[in-house]
């Protein structure tokens, strides 16, 4: 009898040995593939072959944290149960970190499986299983309930692992992204102070992230006529920059061959639509200004009204047309002109100038900015740009919301 039981006790050693080399073997096919940068697939049906067939187990459900949400990774045997209804039953083991039993649950959903088994990183679940029609029991069963956990954690942690080496790209190829746009802005950017005898010109661009969507430009057509706009394009990035981009060339082009303004914002206009399918659309205000006949011709789309400021009144400039981007054909387009006084203070700007998150009681907008044109319209251009930002940092006391744009000139 007794050499018998020594014959048993060598034949169970010898099987729990080779059981234990089976699993070790496992274990070493699974980080191979893991470190040749195996497919998701193919590691969960790796995952699931060695479930069903070293340990013999009938039936799973894998759900792993996505999102602030959880996804059935992997699922076999029995009949499949709605993704929410597994989930919704698992969170009445969340505070549980060790393969657990489910024999006579209370919950119908739990009571069909044998072992809930949890995958944690420090206090935060990533991921759940649910396995059942597992015989194995004795000695045998928490050695194979820790290698299920074990096997299962090795998987999770490298799903981890890929999630965050592709959000490391993501992030490495946004901020390259953000890099270039930056770098093509910097080139839309044509002066910050500009003077001549018939013209003072001073500029204020504070982009709101490092890169913006707006833009101004400034252009000296002849001896005796300028042209300047103000824009604001949808949207952020280098798709908007190079947006951007070929919207300078464009006008920049048109203005030197084009004398009606008319002609060169419907021209625009087609120019945005091709480029853009509709799905971007820009905000301007375009001017050109005769130094002989002291004419200035306008048209504000769809953009903050430029305001005139001379002899102690201020006047809006908002005649024009729709913004641009929006329709194969522009509905109408209106052109302004209007006689410029010598001396005459003209403060172009974009929204960002205007949204800001107000401190408590203070009140900022158009009306305000009126006012503060007429107490100190007298200014030089630069000094005005210097003292209304400080203005607006010290008083108002807010962050921009948005891009802050600020074109501001004299013409004597």
């Known amino acids: 009898m007794s050499d018998f039981d020594e014959i048993s006790a060598e034949d169970e050693l010898i099987r729990l040995l080779l059981k234990r080399q089976t699993e070790l073997n496992a274990l070493l096919e699974v980080t191979q593939a893991i ?40 699922k076999y045997g029995g009949d499949i149960e709605p993704l929410g209804s597994l989930h919704v039953a698992c969170l009445k083991l969340s505070r549980i970190k060790w393969p657990t039993p489910l024999a006579n649950h209370e919950d119908d959903l739990l009571n ?71 770098e093509v802005q910097n080139m839309l950017i044509p002066l910050k102070v500009y003077r001549d005898p018939k013209v003072e010109v001073s ?21 005796h006529e300028f042209l300047w706009c103000i824009a604001d394009v949808s949207g952020k990035g280098i798709s908007a920059a190079l947006l951007m981009a070929n919207f300078q060339a464009s006008l920049r082009a048109w203005s030197t061959v084009e004398d009606d303004l008319t002609n060169i914002v419907d021209r625009l206009n087609k120019i945005v639509i091709n480029n853009t399918k509709g799905e971007r659309f820009i905000t301007l205000f375009l001017a050109k200004y005769n130094e002989k006949t002291r004419k200035l011709n306008f048209i504000n789309a769809g953009h903050n009204a430029t305001v005139l400021f001379s002899q102690g009144e201020t006047a809006t400039l908002q005649l024009g047309t729709t913004m ?13 002109e209007i006689d410029i006084d010598p001396g005459t203070l003209i403060v172009n700007y974009t929204d960002g100038l205007l949204d800001h998150e107000y401190a408590a009681n203070k009140i900022w907008g158009e009306e305000s900015l009126i006012e503060f044109i007429k107490t100190h319209g007298a200014l030089p251009p630069d000094d005005f740009n210097q003292l209304l930002m400080d203005h607006i940092k010290l008083v108002i006391r807010g962050k921009p919301i948005d891009d802050v744009t600020l074109l501001t000139m004299r013409i004597f």
């Open 35 to 74: 470190n040749k940068d195996t497919r998701t697939p193919v590691l969960i049906q790796m995952l699931q072959v060695i479930l069903k067939s070293y340990l013999q187990v009938g039936k799973l459900r894998f759900l792993i944290e996505k999102d602030g949400n959880y996804v059935l990774l992997s």
């Open 112 to 182: 069909k499986y044998d072992y809930f088994i949890p995958i944690y990183h420090k206090k935060k679940a990533l991921a759940y299983a649910l396995i059942g029609d597992f015989n194995t029991s004795g000695e045998l069963l928490n050695n194979d309930l820790n290698f299920i956990q074990t096997v299962i954690n090795v998987i999770v942690v490298a799903l981890e692992n890929k999630k965050l080496f592709r959000e490391r790209l993501e992030s490495e190829r946004f901020l390259r992204e953000m890099e270039l746009a930056a």
């Open 203 to 223: 500029a204020r661009y504070i982009p709101h992230q490092n890169i913006g969507g707006d833009y101004f430009d400034f252009i000296r057509l002849n001896d």
């Open 324 to 336: 641009i981007g929006v329709f194969d054909e522009l509905p109408f387009i209106n052109q302004g």
